[in-house]
Every structure is written in C-alpha cells, then in structure tokens.
C-alpha cells in the first residue's frame, strides 16, 4: 500500500451518483418512445444508498423529490434501491436518474454509465471520516493511534460496497499493519452488514453480535444522540484520516430528455437547497456545493489498489 493513494484521496471529492432515464427498460423500443416525450410528461426518478433504516429514508427524500418538482418545474420522484449494489444496478439500467451515492458506489455507476457526472455533494463530503466503534464490554478506549487490539476482537464491515464502512476502513487497517489481508490479519474473519447500513453496524457493536466495526461518522453520532442503546453499549475508539465520500450523480440521458442544461439546472437546484430545509434532511448535510467526476479519482484509485474493482 502506498502513502500518495491517501494523499490523493485526501484532495478528492466526494462524488453523488444519480441514474436517469426515462423507462426501466430504456434498451427497448418502448423506451425510445417514452424518451421522445414532452419533457413536462417525464418524470425525474431519485434514488440513494440505504445507508439508514428504510422507512426513515423515504420519508426524507420524498421531502427532497418535493423541493426538485417544484425547483426544476419536472415531475420528481423518489424509487427505494435495496442495497448499494441495487442502486448501482438502477443506474446502470437507466431506471433511477439522479442517485445520493457514496464515494465507492459512484465510482462504480459512472463507470458503468458512460456520460454520467458526479454534480454535487454535502459541504462535509470532501473531508469525510469513520470511526472504528467497541462494544464496552471489550474495555477498549478511544486513542489516537490506530487500535491494534482489534485484530483480537471479532468486527464488521457495513456493506460491501461501503465507502466509510468498508473501503477507507480496509485502506486504513492495510495501512496500518504492514499490508497484511485483513481476512489473514483479524483472528476471527470480519463480517459484513448486508443490510441497514450503517444504523445496523452500531446496533451489530451495541449489541455484541461483533465485538468492534466501523461506519460513517455522521450516522455514529447521531445515533448517539437518539439511540439509548447505542449511546451506554458503544464507544467510538478510533477516527480515521479524512477522504473523499457522498456524491449526487446524473445520468446522460437526462440532457436528451430535459435539455442540454439539464445537468446545470439539477447542480444549481440542489446548491440552492436551504440551510436547515427538509430536502437537505434526506442527506444529513446542512449544505449543498458543486462537484465533478475528476474530484474521485482518489477513491478510484484506492478501490483498484485495495482489490475491490477493475479498471
């Protein structure tokens, strides 16, 4: 593992994926029909990883499909992905036009989707972080080193295809004990949570199902906030350095439907989004900047470097 990937992570943004189309099936001759009419009877479909519980999710970005209808004067509408991996594949299907995408998962749908472009994301998304959380049990304290003690401890990963639940966190680990395979490194091979994102690590920790974990910073601490459980079961023991996360993607076919402006009106819709708004609930971030597919290159590279896609 070499230095100069983090350092190129460090100066990347945060990229958001965000699929368009006008048809789940946008290879078939139904939907070049459907793509051929008027812009006003489309409608725009919003996706997101399920970083958090599903009912909880919807409820908030229908509230950010509200604040697209009315801004961008298109018909907008929120479509539930199961996984990271289903909202990937949604994209890429041109079933889902514009997708809140972690760092990784955009990554992969734009290079899935040829034309796509990360536009936007939260004003903390270019120096995001982890945390690396003990259940209390285990008499782990918080440190500013890298806890070497958790290669004894049984720990979980958040999705496969998490950023801050399984990229960084696997980079951070390499990084810190010599380049040795984590499956090899831990005593006990580490799990995954295959769903409920990062609410279901901490509860995984809290619970004492997995000894130790790791999951995005915001979620950690806001669940420590609203959960009791987490709050008294949990303790967060380790930061890491910052990288590059969460992103807003568009797919191409939004120009041929909407017009060539069409990416420029989304940015500028989802910038303009107010402080403290319930649009800007969806994403847990109090504001919006712009963003570009280039400012992920870093996350690209780590992802090659770590073994977790192809170029």
């Given at each position: 593992m070499k230095k100069r990937t983090f350092l190129a992570i460090g100066l990347a943004a945060s990229a958001a994926l965000a699929t368009f189309s006008c048809s789940p099936k946008p290879a078939g001759e139904e939907a070049k029909e459907e793509a051929s009419a008027p812009a006003a009877e489309q409608t725009f479909f919003l996706s997101a990883i399920p970083d958090e519980k599903i009912t909880d999710q919807k409820v908030k970005f229908d509230n950010l499909a509200a604040y697209l209808t009315k801004t961008l004067g298109v018909k907008t509408e929120f479509v539930f992905s199961k996984d990271y991996a289903d909202a990937v594949t949604k994209f890429k299907n041109g079933e889902t036009h514009l997708v809140w995408f972690g760092g990784l998962s955009g990554v992969q749908a734009r290079m899935a989707v040829p034309g796509s472009e990360a536009i936007a994301q939260g004003k903390a998304d270019p120096q995001y972080k982890s945390y690396f959380i003990a259940n209390k049990n285990t008499g782990l304290k918080p440190?500013?080193?890298?806890?070497?003690?958790?290669?004894?401890?049984?720990?979980?990963?958040?999705?496969?295809?998490?950023?801050?639940?399984?990229?960084?966190?696997?980079?951070?680990?390499?990084?810190?004990?010599?380049?040795?395979?984590?499956?090899?490194?831990?005593?006990?091979?580490?799990?995954?949570?295959?769903?409920?994102?990062?609410?279901?690590?901490?509860?995984?920790?809290?619970?004492?199902?997995?000894?130790?974990?790791?999951?995005?910073?915001?979620?950690?601490?806001?669940?420590?906030?609203?959960?009791?459980?987490?709050?008294?079961?949990?303790?967060?023991?380790?930061?890491?350095?910052?990288?590059?996360?969460?992103?807003f993607t568009i797919h191409p076919v939004a120009k041929e439907v909407f017009g060539a402006d069409f990416f420029t009106k989304v940015q500028d819709a989802l910038v303009a989004a107010p402080a403290g708004s319930d649009a800007l609930k969806a994403i847990n971030r109090e504001s919006i900047i712009p963003a570009k597919s280039a400012d992920f290159d870093g996350i690209k590279a780590t992802a090659v470097e770590v073994g977790l896609i192809e170029e």
């Open positions: 440190s500013p080193d890298f806890p070497a003690a958790i290669q004894e401890k049984t720990f979980t990963f958040g999705s496969p295809g998490s950023t801050s639940g399984r990229l960084m966190p696997t980079y951070f680990i390499l990084q810190n004990n010599g380049n040795v395979p984590v499956d090899e490194w831990f005593k006990t091979k580490p799990g995954f949570q295959m769903s409920g994102g990062h609410v279901a690590t901490a509860n995984a920790v809290a619970d004492g199902t997995y000894e130790t974990g790791a999951l995005n910073y915001k979620t950690y601490d806001s669940l420590v906030k609203s959960d009791e459980k987490i709050a008294q079961n949990t303790v967060k023991i380790w930061t890491t350095p910052f990288y590059a996360d969460y992103n």
